[in-house]
């Protein structure tokens, strides 16, 4: 009978001592799936505050881009809207409404700008204003652009713009590429404005880099000037006074006869050179251990300014 009682009590220990066991065993494997989880989701939720913040990084920087160029009007919070996006017309969108911003500071600084405005623009006679017998201003170009009605009336004025604005100035006074054909014109034009006709002009062939900025490429030009005292100064007078920079390197000047006065003179014009663009994209990856890891991505762009 002992026996039996001590048999049965060591199946109720060996019992217990196995339920223990599994248990322990069930705890065990539920708590490490529960850490496995709660790792998993930490790095989930850590990925995805990283997105968010680039994403809110981004349209932050997109919306500063918009709101500093004046393509829209201002947002009524730190960033725009998608509904303000969508309801946005920069065509519509009154200079007065964007005050600091470049468009403005363009249209209502540069593109109004009376030093501009008063380059003469004879050869171009759709940019006289009739009324006036002077070039356009920014303002008259602009309410003819508020009046125009239909597609036909729409473009022409536009076109008007383009042409006749006092900012075209600007690209005429400083190329974008190396043209000499068109510099070569350009000095053809002042020296038949000045009545006289030039004997001998072409380009050096020469090429070299400015002193004057990094950005600047220059473009050599050998010129000859005979004719009368007045003529001469008034052929050197037209080269001072043109929009387009011309740099005097070196000059000879003697007397002939008949008051005739020679000039050999090499100068210099100035022309933008292409500009590297260099184009940024940023991605945020998760590895295989769970991490999140960001990467750029570079590209260049030429592009001529």
């Known amino acids: 009978m002992a026996k039996e009682v001590a048999i049965s009590k060591r199946l109720k220990i060996s019992e217990a001592q196995q339920y223990i066991i599994l248990s322990v065993l069930g705890a065990s494997i539920f708590l490490g799936a529960a850490i496995a989880l709660v790792l998993h989701s930490v790095q989930e939720i850590s990925y995805n505050t990283k997105v968010i913040m680039a994403q809110e990084e981004s349209i932050a920087a997109y919306s500063k881009v918009i709101e500093t160029i004046g393509v829209c009007e201002q947002p009524k919070g730190d960033i725009y809207t998608t509904d303000e996006l969508k309801n946005c017309d920069p065509d519509s969108i009154e200079v007065s409404s964007i005050p600091g911003t470049l468009r403005a500071n363009i249209l209502e600084g540069l593109a109004s700008n009376e030093a501009l405005n008063s380059v003469s623009k004879q050869t171009d006679s759709e940019c006289i204003n009739p009324s006036t017998g002077k070039n356009y201003t920014y303002k008259e170009l602009n309410e003819k652009y508020q009046k125009a009605e239909g597609t036909t009336e729409l473009n022409s ?9 006092a900012l075209r100035v600007i690209p005429d006074a400083l190329p974008d590429h190396k043209n000499e054909e068109a510099l070569l014109a350009s000095l053809n034009k002042l020296f038949l404005e000045s009545g006289w006709e030039p004997e001998s002009l072409s380009p ?17 030009v050998n010129l000859a000037v005979e004719s009368n005292t007045a003529t001469t100064m008034r052929v050197l007078n037209n080269i001072e006074r043109s929009i387009r ?4 390197q070196g000059a000879t000047i003697e007397w ?16 933008m050179k292409p ?16 991490s999140a890891q960001s990467s750029t991505d570079s590209a260049n762009e030429e592009e001529e300014l």
Do not use: M, P, R
């Open 245 to 248: 920079e011309f740099d005097i």
């Open 256 to 271: 002939g006869g008949d008051d005739a006065l020679i000039v050999n003179a090499q100068a210099t014009a100035y022309y």
């Open 204 to 220: 050096s062939g020469t090429f070299s880099v400015a002193n004057i900025g990094t950005n600047l490429n220059v473009v050599s």
């Open 275 to 290: 500009v590297s663009i260099s184009s940024e994209e940023s991605s945020t990856l998760i590895t295989h251990d769970g």
């Open 157 to 165: 004025a536009t076109q008007l713009i383009k042409s006749c604005s």
